[in-house]
């Protein structure tokens, strides 16, 4: 299956030029890697930059996601560069209308590539271009999740007023709230500059922090759980499960959870004829997570059900 990376960032002032000479640079080499397929630049009204390259398969994007030079290219744009960024990897499934003015940057030959107007569909990542930029709308219509399942982790992993857990890609902290009747500390984790901001506005006096699944700003065996809820799908599974086993003390548990609709009420399937949902969804939910999971430094896998209802008013 085809794999899409998706970068976006911003700016700082008065780098354009220096950047503008990076940025060829790596898009010339990226055309060299075995598995290239395409790159396309957008600038969003908003000011993002947002860089979209499709490679073959998984196993030629992560050659280029651990190219040296692209490497070496990603630490000179932190440094540099970015007011702030995200990197994002998708299979080609996704897809994004983007509302765009002038291309981002030039493309190798110089000229300035055409931005996409609305009803263009480019292969995308909907929720992280578009979506996740927005964490008060994704706060606010976004369903809670079952105590029983909160319940039922806290129990396994044995967690209680002394522990300190992790909710990784945290987002707006939907399920941090609901954790934190369950543990003494958390510490939130998640790329986005919208959730965090809408996060911490909902959230007062839990620490979220910049990072991402293979980037956690934490130090080694410093939490006694990590949470993933509605995100594992986003995650670099290889790269990200041996970073979280590396913040997990030992013995520590990774819990893993999604709100999926229940498809046995005849309307759920309705809507998501009406959606489109089978075609556009952000990812299988028929993959076997616990066989990914089981392939990384964890054992003792275990799946649960758990039902419960979100009720939305007419405008959500």
Do not use: C
């Not at 050659?63 to 702030?84: I, K, M, T, V």
Request: hydrophobic share 40%; proline share 5%.
């Amino acid at each position: 299956m085809r794999v899409v990376t998706v970068f976006r960032s911003r700016l700082r002032p008065g780098v354009e030029a220096a950047y503008a000479e990076v940025a060829a640079h790596m898009s010339r080499l990226v055309r060299t890697m075995d598995g290239f397929i395409d790159e396309q630049f957008y600038l969003s009204p908003q000011g993002e930059r947002v860089t979209v390259v499709r490679f073959r398969d998984a196993e030629s994007q992560r050659a280029w996601s651990e190219n040296p030079e692209h490497l070496a290219a990603q630490r000179r744009g932190r440094h540099e560069f970015y007011d702030w960024y995200d990197i994002s990897v998708a299979n080609e499934t996704y897809t994004h209308v983007f509302e765009s003015t002038a291309s981002a940057r030039p493309d190798v030959a110089g000229t300035w590539q055409d931005g996409h107007r609305e009803g263009d569909v480019v292969h995308d990542r909907e929720l992280a271009v578009r979506g996740f930029a927005r964490g008060d709308l994704y706060d606010a219509v976004r369903p809670h999740y079952p105590e029983d399942a909160l319940t039922h982790l806290v129990r396994a992993f044995g967690l209680n007023a002394s522990s300190h857990a992790l909710d990784l890609g945290a987002g707006t902290g939907i399920f941090t709230r609901q954790l934190l009747a369950h543990v003494g500390r958390i510490t939130a984790v998640d790329p986005s500059t919208s959730m965090r901001a809408t996060f911490a506005a909902q959230t007062p006096g839990v620490p979220v922090l910049e990072g991402s699944d293979t980037a956690i700003p934490l130090a080694d065996a410093s939490v006694d759980a990590v949470f993933a809820a509605q995100a594992f799908h986003w995650f670099d599974a290889p790269r990200a499960l041996p970073e979280i086993r590396r913040v997990l003390v030992p013995g520590g548990g990774l819990g893993l959870i999604w709100n999926e609709r229940d498809t046995d009420e005849a309307w759920i399937r309705h809507l998501n004829r009406a959606m489109l949902w089978d075609e556009r969804q952000p990812y299988d939910a028929s993959v076997d997570v616990g066989a990914i999971v089981a392939a990384g430094p964890f054992d003792e896998v275990e799946k649960s059900i758990f039902r419960h209802e979100d009720l939305l008013t007419h405008n959500q």
